[in-house]
Each structure stands twice: as structure tokens, then as C-alpha cells.
């Protein structure tokens, strides 16, 4: 119901607005004018977005200057098509200029690109509400290609082993995974999956992945060195009752201190500390390694190619010697 009528104030939005074109000039705003310039037959696309059309989307004064100063910054060509896609999907005008505050990129796209994008969500299974709450959090999210979000749902799908369902809660909560190395979120998966006994409904019901690595790492080793936390036998077993992951990840600091791991601040930071530098010198093994691989991969090559060479003069003889 919402959506038919913001649909029906769009479309008389633009008729009034069609009635009413206003004349830009650089710097400076008229907020409804009816006088256009006699030579000025295809006014930039830019040009198109006036104050006055802003007030009429519903915008107030504020945010419609706001508004008008950032497409002009950012030089957009289909900031009209884009603010219009935005509102069809129930954004209200304030939700949309805090999503251009965010993410000014935004001012730049296609709004033929932007739809797109939308109804490539809809079709994953983000309904309205959770397609608007999404965007609103992490605006970035309309920037990516189809190809990218298929990439990463495909990889929790198949690698991960989640479901469609689950795949899709990831998304929603956490976005943030789409622009994410896919290496390394397969890596946090293993990391909880293989090291902490976590299944996967868990891991939506924390929010697994709106936490780095670093981070569920210490967490995790702290608890275990306390004796608090022992990854489960084959079995799914334990000796102790560990605490659920929403209680490790989905809370403050202080929290977790407080209620899970039963230490002060000091403690936890300094332990915090000895990781960062395990990590950094495990890093730098990775890298030590990885060259000496590379060498060795290099000089097989040499051998390799020598061979060959040795090969092929043993060859040239031997048609020789027959002829």
C-alpha cells in the first residue's frame, strides 16, 4: 500500500516538475522558476536536478540544498533517475540523504545499473524491509556488480555449506562480506567451523562475519587459555559447557570482560598485544616460505628446461646416426 502511493506521488511529481523546469546556474539555486534561457534547448542532466524538484520528492529545504550541493560535487549525470529508484523502493527522503552522506559515490551511478542491483537482491530473497535496512547500513552495497554479489553467495552456499536461507541472513546482517577478500572468508569460516566446533546456524545467529579475524581469534584463544573454551572431539563433545558464539562476538568489550571471560582490562589487552606479534611473525614465515617455494619452483624450472634441451640433442644425434 505504501509503495503504490509513494509510486503515485512520484509520477505527479513529475508533472508538476515537467511544467516546471528550472534554469541553473553554477552557484547558485532559484527555488521554482518558470524563465528558461532562449538558447538552452538540452540542459545538462545535472542541470535537471533543482531545488524546486528536490522540495517536491518531499525534501525538505535543508536537505534539499544538502542534497543538490553533493550532486553537484560529485558531477552525476543520473542523480534524477537514481533519487527516483531510491524513493520506489520506500526510502523516505531522510534515509536517502543519510545514505548519500555515507556513500557520495552513490550520486554517480546509473539508475538503470542501480535497479538492476536492487532487483538482483529482491531475487536473492531480500524483502522489503530487509533490502531497505541494508542499504541504509551499508550503502557501498549498490556499488557492487551482480557478478561480485553471486561470487560470494555461491561461495557460502558451496564452500561453507550454508544454505540459501542462511546465505541470504548473512547478506542482510552483514554486507560487509561482499567486499571481502574471499580467501580470507573462507578462512574465518574454517577458523570457527574447524577450530571453535561451530555449526552453521550458529554462526548466522551470531553474526559471525561482521567480526575480523583478529579479533574472533583473540577472543577465542583467551577463553581457551583460561580454561574456559575446548574445541569438541569428533564427537561434537566436550569436558567443559563452552559459551554460545553470540555470547563471545555479539556483545561490547566490557561485556564479554565481564560476564564470559571473567577478566580485567589489563589482562585481555596485553594478551591482545602477544597475538598481534604471533600473528605478525606467523605472517612473515608465510612469506619467507612462499619465497623459498618460489625459488625452488624456479630453479625445477632450470632443471626442467635443461633436460629438455639435453633431450632434444640426444634426438638430433640419433636421426643422425640412422641416416
Known amino acids: 500500500m505504501g509503495t503504490h502511493v509513494c509510486r503515485k506521488q512520484i509520477v505527479r ?59 553537484t560535487k560529485s558531477r552525476g549525470k543520473h542523480v ?3 533519487l527516483t529508484a531510491l524513493l520506489l523502493l520506500g526510502l523516505n527522503p531522510s534515509s536517502i540523504l543519510k545514505i548519500m552522506q555515507k556513500c557520495p559515490e552513490v550520486y554517480s551511478l546509473k539508475g538503470a545499473d542501480l535497479q538492476q542491483r536492487i532487483d538482483h537482491l529482491r531475487k536473492m ?29 555461491r561461495l557460502l552456499r558451496e564452500k561453507c555449506l550454508f544454505t540459501i536461507h542462511q546465505a541470504t541472513d548473512i547478506l542482510r546482517d552483514s554486507p560487509e562480506v561482499l567486499e ?22 550458529e554462526m548466522v545467529k551470531a553474526k559471525l562475519f561482521r567480526l575480523s579475524l583478529s579479533e574472533l581469534r583473540c577472543r577465542h584463544c583467551f577463553l581457551e587459555q583460561r580454561g574456559l573454551y575446548q574445541t569438541p572431539d569428533k564427537k561434537g563433545q566436550t569436558l567443559i559447557l ?6 563471545i562476538l555479539c556483545v561490547s568489550e566490557e561485556t564479554y570482560l565481564v560476564q564470559v571471560a571473567m ?23 608465510d612469506e619467507y616460505s ?23 640433442h640426444w634426438n638430433t644425434g640419433y636421426k643422425k646416426d640412422r641416416k
Open 13 to 71: 511529481w513529475m508533472w508538476r516538475w515537467s511544467v516546471c523546469p528550472v534554469a541553473v546556474s553554477r552557484g547558485y539555486m532559484p527555488f521554482c522558476s518558470t524563465q528558461q534561457k532562449p538558447h538552452q534547448a538540452n540542459p545538462s542532466p545535472i542541470s535537471q536536478l533543482t531545488l524546486c524538484s528536490l522540495l517536491k520528492m518531499g525534501f525538505s529545504e535543508t536537505q534539499a540544498k544538502e542534497m543538490h550541493e553533493g550532486a
Open 80 to 82: 534524477h533517475s537514481v
Open 125 to 153: 530473497g531480500l524483502v522489503e524491509g530487509s533490502l531497505q535496512r541494508m542499504i541504509s547500513r551499508y550503502p557501498k552495497v549498490m556499488l557492487l556488480p551482480v557478478k561480485r554479489v553471486n561470487m560470494v553467495s
Open 180 to 201: 571481502q577478500d574471499l580467501s580470507k572468508l573462507e578462512y574465518k569460516f574454517q577458523y570457527a567451523y574447524f577450530r571453535m566446533g561451530v555449526r552453521q546456524p
Open 242 to 247: 563452552n559459551p554460545p558464539l553470540k555470547d
Open 263 to 285: 577478566a580485567d582490562a589489563d589482562e585481555f589487552h596485553v594478551f591482545r598485544k602477544l597475538m598481534a606479534r604471533e600473528q605478525e611473525e606467523e605472517g612473515r614465515e
Open 290 to 312: 612462499s619465497d623459498e617455494e618460489l625459488e625452488e619452483d624456479k630453479d625445477d624450472d632450470e632443471d626442467d628446461d635443461g633436460l629438455h634441451r639435453r633431450k632434444r
